[in-house]
């Protein structure tokens, strides 16, 4: 009799033991937690408060050079400032230092969106961003990285790839680029210019000279997390090869996604060689079928990228594909010089620029 007492005595031990280890546990991980959020607010309030002073400090070196001061005399006043602080307070107030933080303040005069940005962005990351000249490029920049949480590596990377030439609203007029970058920034509303590249670099792929989509296929889904990057953050892999039957005959769409910020799925067709015009009634039969049986409620029309080696523009624009929810994009397997990338992006901007203006001058209601 004993005996068993004795078992059940330890059985009831070891239940008090395991409820208290479980309780242990979960303390931990709540005192964890807390520690962690406890940090991290530290962390960005002492990024905030460092970027602020930054911008502070260049308001008032920059005002004070601007207000009537010789441009030398400004330059030796700047120095001495910069010796003073050094000798002061160490570190980070070199000649150079001070300078950026008044090229700083020159780039970003309104303090609240400092503020804001500061919040996400640390000063690497507007270091990264000071020698970006347009504005309106600048804006892009640091939208898309407070957006989509860019590293300053990332930021650096999207920047040395060209993102915003690449980026269709690249190629609207500036005030739609103004609007739509300020929607995406206080709204968290993307536009599919905004969602639009055209090329796509792919050169992280490693693929030989010669693939087949099979090929570029699977090194997509084995490069998926640089190929989202490239696609942008809010990106969500659905499906490969997604099957479907329509009047005995089977389809295969090559893959599918989902965007966040879009609300849409976006089906993304490969196509080795030149975009061929029956590619269209082929993504058009897909996007019907994932509208009538794959949209969720509350969801926009799905849309289609037809990722090709090449098109042509008179094609696409014959095809009225250069708006809508078909975008056609080439792809690079491999990174171009940088001279010729920028001079390829510079025309095809130039030359959507001029056909907007043609197509805005002929919608024109002439006046009597």
């Given at each position: ?16 033991e395991t409820?208290?280890?479980?309780n242990?546990?979960?303390l ?9 959020e ?5 962390k960005?309030k002492?990024?905030?408060?460092m970027?602020?002073?930054y911008?502070?400090i ?5 005002e004070?050079v601007?207000?009537?001061v010789k ?11 910069s ?5 002061e ?5 070199e000649?150079?230092?001070v300078?950026?933080m008044?090229?700083?303040?020159e780039?970003?005069?309104l303090y609240e ?38 590293s ?5 990377e999207?920047k040395k ?6 980026t269709?609203?690249?190629?609207k007029p500036?005030?739609?680029?103004v609007n739509?970058?300020a929607a995406?920034r206080?709204d968290?509303k993307m536009?599919?210019?905004?969602f639009y590249r055209?090329?796509y ?12 989509e099979k090929?570029?296929?699977?090194s997509?889904?084995s ?6 990057l490239?696609?942008?953050?809010d990106?969500a892999?659905?499906?490969?090869q ?9 389809y295969?769409?090559?893959l ?5 910020s879009?609300?849409r799925?976006?089906l ?18 897909y996007?019907r ?14 849309i289609?990228l ?14 009225e ?7 056609v ?9 940088k ?10 901007i130039?030359n959507?620029?001029?056909?907007l ?12």
């Amino acid at each position: 009799m004993s005996r068993y007492v004795a078992i059940f005595g330890k059985g009831k031990n070891m239940k008090k033991e395991t409820i208290l280890h479980s309780n242990i546990d979960g303390l931990y991980s709540e005192i964890s937690d807390i520690i962690f959020e406890a940090k991290n607010d530290i962390k960005i309030k002492i990024n905030v408060s460092m970027t602020v002073l930054y911008w502070n400090i260049g308001k008032i070196l920059s005002e004070y050079v601007i207000n009537g001061v010789k441009p030398e005399y400004g330059k030796n006043v700047i120095g001495e400032i910069s010796k003073r602080l050094t000798q002061e307070y160490g570190k980070g107030f070199e000649r150079a230092s001070v300078f950026r933080m008044i090229q700083f303040y020159e780039s970003f005069q309104l303090y609240e969106k400092v503020a804001t940005l500061s919040q996400q962005l640390t000063w690497s990351h507007f270091i990264e961003l000071l020698p970006i000249k347009e504005e309106v490029k600048r804006e892009f920049y640091a939208t898309m990285c407070k957006n989509e949480n860019w590293s300053v590596k990332t930021l650096r990377e999207r920047k040395k790839s060209m993102l915003f030439e690449r980026t269709a609203i690249s190629k609207k007029p500036e005030e739609t680029i103004v609007n739509e970058i300020a929607a995406l920034r206080d709204d968290k509303k993307m536009s599919l210019d905004m969602f639009y590249r055209d090329p796509y670099m792919l050169n992280f792929l490693g693929l030989k000279d010669t693939y087949s989509e099979k090929d570029l296929e699977n090194s997509i889904l084995s490069e998926l997390e640089k190929f989202i990057l490239e696609m942008g953050s809010d990106f969500a892999f659905m499906a490969r090869q997604r099957h479907f039957v329509l009047d005995g005959k089977d389809y295969y769409m090559d893959l599918l996604f989902y965007h966040r910020s879009l609300r849409r799925l976006v089906l993304i067709e490969l196509k080795l060689g030149e975009f061929e015009p029956q590619d269209k009634g082929q993504v058009e039969l897909y996007l019907r079928w994932l509208d009538k049986y794959e949209k969720a409620e509350g969801e926009e029309n799905p849309i289609a990228l037809i990722l090709c080696a090449e098109k042509s523009q008179e094609t696409i624009e014959l095809l009225e594909l250069d708006g809508g929810n078909i975008h056609v994009g080439q792809y690079l397997t491999k990174m171009p010089p940088k001279e010729l990338l920028e001079q390829k992006l510079s025309l095809a901007i130039s030359n959507a620029r001029e056909l907007l203006s043609k197509h805005e001058s002929n919608n024109e209601i002439p006046t009597n």
